[in-house]
Every structure is written in structure tokens, then in C-alpha cells.
């Protein structure tokens, strides 16, 4: 599954741009620039690019994580820029430490939930959907104005933003949609719950029980959106080769499951 480690700009071109002074100013490859946003024909014209697009560019380094992080235009608000990438305003601010919400500051980089997915042959915008858990409207969304994206038609090269699974109050970072696990791996994210519980299980794709009900306490509790990271464990064997991850709250009034985030994923070994 190629996601892209390393860090990703959402970047919206500015009239003078060019892809050189782009790749220059961002200190990437303009090779990488070209091909990551299919930015040739018969997409568009070779390296034409106009102010208002919006491109997918790589900064320098060797990260192994996927990470986007997306540059602020004149009139974003953080409810746009949250709903593009289908999180939650509070979320958002609380990922960004931002003390006034109201106010962005044109040119500043925000982190948003989303990783980076590079397109291969025969891959079509909805299977990539089916593939890590969103609609296709999601996918969509945050890749709108992307010039090299044709709902009909995507090139192998091409990269796409993906939003992470996240609901109102829970992000989950770790591990990302997809993966295949195993004991002993760990479920990394981002919560905002009571006392600061955070639960989570692993179900094959049966709804057998591989890994029972467990908490782990998240480093704030609610309001604040605490880290957590916690390991996963088999109780018994799945027997199907894939499952879900499912994180979540339960209410203190009935116990009822709230905040549910579910990631598929992939068991390594289904010996254990």
C-alpha cells in the first residue's frame, strides 16, 4: 500500500507563480513536483499551472511518517479548513495550539489529520475511498482544485490527501487505515474524552472478538485533547485475514459507545 512518508504541503498557487519558484521556495524536488500533481499531458499542459490551483508538495527531509500540513490563504476560516479535511474545528485547534481560533495569519502552516496516498495502476478514486474508510465526497474534498485529479480518470504517480479517521471528539493517527498488525503494535492518536478513557477492541471481519475491550488514559482529560498510545493485544486468533481497530468513549449515563472511530486493518499472523 504506498502511502508516502514524509511531510506534504497544501499549497495554493499565488499569481507569479511558477513550479520553479515553488519547488524553490519550498525546497523541493520540481521532478517530484511535476509528477505528484500530474502536471502533464494529456492532464494539462506541460508545467502550465494557474493562481487558485492547489498543489501536493513534499518538503525536504526523511521522515517516515506521512504528515500534510496546509498553508493558510487570505479568508480561510479554521471551520473551511476543518471541514475540508473532515475534522473538527476544536480538533483542529487544539492539533495546532492555537489560542484564538479566529484568526489565522495568511502563510502560516496548520497540521491537519491526513496522510499521503500515491496512486498505482488500475486504482480509481472510489476503491481508494472503499480502501481507507471515507466517502468519496471526503476524498474529494480534500483534493479539490487539485489540476491533475479527473474523477474519471487517475494516473499512477499522482498523490492524493486522505483525511484520517477521526469523529467529534477522538483522532486516530496510528495505525493508519490498511495496515497490517500484530501484537504488540501500537494505536496512537488524539482524545478529548471524560477522566481521559479512551477504549478500544479488535474485531475480524467475522465480528469475532480478536482483541477484548481495553482503556488506556490519555495525557489530559476532556476539554482538552490529551495524547494517547496504548499496545494491541490478541485474546484469540482472528479468523479472517482482515478486521477493524475500533476506538471510542462510552457514556457515563449508559454506557453507550460514543465518539466511534474505526480503522481497518490487516492481521500479520493469524497462527496467534
Do not use: C, W
Amino acid at each position: 500500500m504506498p502511502i508516502v512518508p514524509g511531510t506534504h504541503v497544501v499549497y495554493t498557487v499565488r499569481p507569479g507563480d511558477s513550479l520553479y519558484t515553488i519547488a524553490n521556495e519550498l525546497g523541493a524536488s520540481l521532478p517530484e513536483l511535476i509528477e505528484s500533481n500530474a502536471l502533464y499531458p494529456p492532464i494539462t499542459e506541460p508545467s502550465l499551472i494557474y493562481p487558485g490551483e492547489v498543489l501536493l508538495v513534499r518538503l525536504p527531509g526523511m521522515s517516515e511518517q506521512s504528515a500534510v500540513l496546509y498553508e493558510v490563504n487570505p479568508g480561510d476560516t479554521l471551520y473551511r479548513i476543518a471541514k475540508r479535511f473532515s475534522a473538527g474545528v476544536d480538533m483542529m485547534a487544539a492539533l495546532n495550539q492555537l489560542e484564538q481560533p479566529d484568526v489565522l495569519q495568511a502563510g502560516r502552516l496548520l497540521y491537519v489529520p491526513a496522510f499521503v496516498y500515491e496512486v498505482e495502476q488500475g486504482d480509481s478514486l472510489y476503491r481508494i475511498s472503499r480502501k481507507f474508510g471515507i466517502s468519496l465526497d471526503e476524498l474529494l474534498n480534500a483534493n479539490k482544485e487539485r489540476p491533475g485529479l479527473s474523477l474519471d480518470v487517475v494516473y499512477p504517480g499522482f498523490r492524493l490527501a486522505v483525511p484520517l479517521p477521526s469523529s467529534t471528539n477522538i483522532l486516530v493517527t496510528e495505525p493508519l487505515p490498511g495496515s497490517a498488525i500484530a501484537p504488540g503494535d501500537r494505536v496512537k492518536g488524539r482524545a478529548r474524552a471524560f477522566e481521559a478513557t479512551v477504549l478500544y477492541q479488535l474485531r475480524d471481519a467475522s465480528g469475532r472478538v480478536v482483541g477484548a475491550e481495553r482503556f488506556v488514559t490519555a495525557s489530559e482529560g476532556g476539554p482538552a485533547f490529551g495524547f494517547f498510545d496504548a499496545p494491541l493485544y490478541y485474546d484469540q486468533a482472528p479468523s479472517e485475514p482482515t478486521g477493524t481497530l475500533m476506538v471510542y468513549t462510552r457514556s457515563a449515563n449508559d454506557g453507550s459507545i460514543q465518539d466511534l472511530v474505526e480503522i481497518s486493518v490487516t492481521f500479520k499472523d493469524l497462527s496467534r
